[in-house]
């Protein structure tokens, strides 16, 4: 993975709400949900939800798609995983460990 793409995720998840926005979109899988949900969820205006959100999109940690007048976002699960591949590549001595065992994921 791109050290700067890493420097963008890291510097994204690096914030409360963006955070929280992330982790409701993982624990709702591949399908996500639409931006007025995920707004409730996590207790955010829509303005403040959008800001947040291109900023996550723009560190490739999700994906929007329009589906008539909604939006809907979704985690990038590989991106996701990339990420946390690279925090963990080290790990260990390099030898496999569970720490770097991403196959449990339900998205992997």
């Given at each position: 993975?791109?050290?700067?793409?890493?420097?963008?995720a890291?510097?994204?998840?690096?914030?409360?709400?963006?955070?929280?926005?992330?982790?409701?979109?993982?624990v709702?899988?591949?399908?996500g949900?639409?931006?007025?949900?995920?707004a409730?969820?996590?207790?955010?205006?829509?303005?403040?939800?959008?800001?947040?959100?291109?900023?996550l999109?723009?560190?490739?940690l999700v994906?929007?798609?329009?589906e008539?007048?909604?939006?809907?976002y979704?985690?990038?699960f590989?991106?996701?995983n990339?990420?946390?591949?690279?925090?963990?590549?080290?790990c260990?001595?390099?030898?496999?460990c569970?720490?770097?065992d991403?196959?449990?994921?339900?998205?992997g």
């Amino acid at each position: 993975m791109d050290s700067n793409l890493v420097v963008r995720a890291l510097g994204a998840l690096a914030h409360e709400s963006r955070l929280a926005i992330f982790r409701t979109l993982v624990v709702a899988g591949p399908d996500g949900m639409a931006a007025g949900e995920i707004a409730q969820q996590v207790g955010l205006a829509p303005s403040s939800l959008s800001f947040h959100l291109k900023d996550l999109s723009h560190a490739e940690l999700v994906t929007p798609r329009q589906e008539g007048r909604f939006v809907f976002y979704a985690a990038n699960f590989e991106a996701m995983n990339g990420l946390i591949g690279f925090l963990t590549e080290n790990c260990c001595a390099g030898e496999p460990c569970a720490a770097s065992d991403s196959s449990k994921c339900r998205a992997g």
